[in-house]
């Protein structure tokens, strides 16, 4: 449990003057209470500062995090700092009962697995990973428990790697689900333990779910935030916090396309490292991040007001999920916004959140899907949840097999290629894909159509095929096999220095340096990374860095060259 000093804060908000006619004394006790007990604040404030002073706004949610827009308020969270600034404003607001303290949870006893019916219960953090070693004992065969790290205070961060034999994992579309990044948002928690109990059940049972395992590389996540969601203690979930141990929400940590690698001001957290890791590692084509404090389907962009190049898909796919919702829920659930679904910048704007980084660092497809109004619901209305919504979670999944998919080869030796799989006059913002390096394989989700389809790989000779046709709810195969550029070396020494091989994993090498030279390498924000000076061709392992792209200036006699450096 983490602890805070009260005497700190309390100075603080009489250093500031701040118990105003903007903030009742009562208000500020609460407050004070909340974050010398909690780490954070839950709050809310008119939604007219959104449109009476759109430049604060969009200031202020850097250091508060905005959890949602409703019935005429803004609801938001903050630790200490970001409140003690936000205060600085004397926006009108009122401090309100955390969602997790308003919840009591009983005792959950797991005996076995198989034991567990409804799934009405929210279990302790030890039953938690006793479940996830039992996926995986019970069904060898088809489950691998994977802990891709550990968090702040020592919790594992928990996959279940769900996958049958029928094929090799790199030759199928990787699929992820992650839910609770935000502690006290647990509905999709028990819901996720229910899939992965599900699937593993229902395998070589219903046809639906024997598919889906057969032909998708499957990773679930159920809690991506466990200090927060046990904040209180191992014990129960009641007392969870939105942030991590260390105040920090975790999803508005990672690196965002419009405001760079910390637009939070905070470092990359351990579960933010881990989750950015295991991205590197595995090519998810689509993916989700499931929420409560709504009832809608957010799709991409949060950050942008800019449509993505594949907004009509995340329209539709969006509208099916929550049409199906509909068809099995007739009582209003999942209603909200647009009748269910909002592109993110349209609903309200964030930065740093996971949903943009997967779809812009990692070529994927990820939406964020808010799952109820209330975020810490009873736990028996958890069935209720389930009934509404499996059908619509086993339909996305499906989403991972449809639109383009094929192999990139050599064609004179047949070994696979790292490519990039670009559609002519449609493709913008790193909505492109590339095969994988190791089997030539690539998958690319995409609304019906007809298109033209460019595939590029270093020292090949670039091949486009005109007039592609993909089909909604169907897979268009399309296999390629790249000329060797018998030129490509050639040409490149000629406007020598250059790098190869870019994309890379990390490690490069520049070709083509004559005499002394100095390499700078900055990020997309400017921050310069590294700076050193050469002699010679020299080989370089940036692997240490996080994916994306970068900016290298080479100055060699007299001249500079500036390139891009892409690292995958």
Known sequence: MRSFCLIGILFFFLLTGQTTEAQS???SLNAQTQLSQRGEVYFRFPVQIIENQPVVFEFISRFISIDAKKGGFIYAYANATGFRRFLEYGIHHEVLTPPSLLLH????????????????YYPTYPQYVTLMQQFASNYPQLCALDTIGTTTDGRLLLFAHI????????????????????????VGYVL???????????????????????????????????????????????????????GVDLNRNFPDPALGDHPDGHSWQPETKAF????????????ANLHTG??????????????????????????????TVHTYNS???????????SDGYDWYRITGGRQDYMNYYRHDREFTLELSAVKMPDPVEMPGFWNSNYRSLLNYMRQALYGFRGEVTDSLSGKPLYARVFILAHDVDNSDVYSDSVSGCYFRPVKGGTYDVTYSADGYVTKTYSGLVARDGHLTVQNVALKPDVNWITGHEKNKPFI????????????????????KLYSLSGVLILSKNIMEDHSMDLSGLPRGTYIMIIENEGTQRIQKVVLY
């Open 331 to 341: 009582s209003g659930y999942l209603t909200n916004l647009d009748n269910g679904i």
């Open 500 to 519: 190869y091989p870019n994309p890379s994993r990390g490690k490069i090498t520049l070709k083509g340096i004559t005499g002394m030279s100095t390499i």
């Open 276 to 287: 950015m890791k295991l991205a590197e590692q595995h090519q998810f084509v689509v993916s």
């Open 294 to 323: 709504s009832e809608v389907v957010n799709y991409p962009w949060d950050t942008w007001q800019r449509r993505t190049a594949d907004d009509d898909w995340w329209q539709l796919v969006s509208r099916q999920y929550a049409d």
């Open 105 to 120: 949870t009983r005792p959950w006893t797991v005996s076995n697995l198989k034991s567990t019916n409804d799934w009405n």
């Open 192 to 246: 996720m333990l229910r899939l992965i109990d599900y699937l593993l059940k229902n395998y070589g049972v219903d046809p639906t779910v024997t598919d889906l395992v057969d032909s998708l590389d499957i990773w679930i996540n159920p809690l991506a935030n466990p200090d927060g969601t046990y904040a209180s203690g191992d014990a129960s979930v009641s007392g969870a916090t939105r942030y991590n141990a260390n």
């Open 163 to 186: 996958r049958s034999s029928k094929s090799l994992p790199k030759e199928r579309p990787s699929f992820m689900y992650t839910s609770t990044i935000h502690g006290d948002e647990t």
């Open 25 to 27: 004394f009562s208000d």
